[in-house]
Antibody, heavy 113, light 106 residues
Framework: QVQLVESGGGVVQPGGSLRLSCAAS????????MHWVRQAPGKGPEWVTF????????YYVDSVKGRFTISRDNSRNTVYLQMNSLRIEDSGVYYC??????WGQGTLVTVSS | IQMTQSPSTLSASVGDTVTITCRAS??????LAWYQQKPGQAPKGLIY???NLESGVPSRFSGSGSGTEFTLTISSLQPDDFATYYC?????????FGQGTKVEIK
């Protein structure tokens, strides 16, 4: 069955950086685009970014353009989210998502001084 | 695309039938999903393509609609159903979620 396991979250100061990873298993990773979705405390989910199968085409929500970078390593079945210039409003749980109904358990990012 | 979900909170009793509505700012055909989320957990898929039940989801959950108007109905509400529900459009690679409906015990 599909498994998505996120890691890399933590506490960081405003302006800092974090790199999230999502290890995928249970499906042919190289055949599927992958999303990151985040959820701030007490708020609904927000789509963040998507990467196509070959890793060349990437899309971002406006609020993270120029600061976040999605990438993938099909040999390692892993998708990454490099987050730079972090802001307090970037805090929340970050989920790796395949399709519409395969979500990881999430990794918590806290941006605080 | 904007998704407007209502109501934001719903108080109901076990055994009640409840309906949650989601409106899209433009037509999304049937590219709509419904999720249930409990505190500390990831969203769990209930419905995809507006009216298709995910595997393992009880049949008391049903979805309908197309274009811009969608509904999620929970028949005979069970104790396990008290949670927050979200709609989500997935017409393209960027998704939009509704603001959520919290179903509370009356």
């Amino acid at each position: 069955q599909v498994q998505l396991v996120e890691s890399g979250g933590g506490v960081v100061q405003p302006g800092g950086s974090l790199r999230l990873s999502c290890a995928a298993s249970g499906f042919i990773f190289s055949n599927y685009g992958m999303h990151w979705v985040r959820q701030a405390p007490g708020k609904g989910p927000e789509w963040v970014t998507f990467i196509r199968v070959d890793g060349r085409n990437k899309y971002y929500v406006d609020s993270v353009k120029g600061r976040f970078t999605i990438s993938r390593d099909n040999s390692r079945n892993t998708v990454y989210l490099q987050m730079n210039s972090l802001r307090i409003e970037d805090s929340g749980v970050y989920y790796c998502v395949l399709g519409v109904d395969n979500w990881g358990q999430g990794t918590l990012v806290t941006v605080s001084s | 695309i904007q998704m407007t979900q209502s109501p934001s909170t719903l108080s109901a009793s076990v055994g009640d039938t409840v309906t949650i509505t989601c409106r899209a700012s433009q037509s999304i055909s049937t590219w709509l999903a419904w999720y249930q989320q409990k505190p500390g957990q990831a969203p769990k898929g209930l419905i995809y393509k507006a009216s298709n039940l995910e595997s393992g989801v009880p049949s008391r959950f049903s979805g309908s609609g197309s274009g811009t108007e969608f509904t999620l109905t929970i028949s005979s509400l069970q104790p396990d159903d008290f949670a927050t529900y979200y709609c989500q459009e997935y017409l393209s690679y960027s998704w939009t979620f509704g603001q959520g409906t919290k179903v509370e015990i009356k």
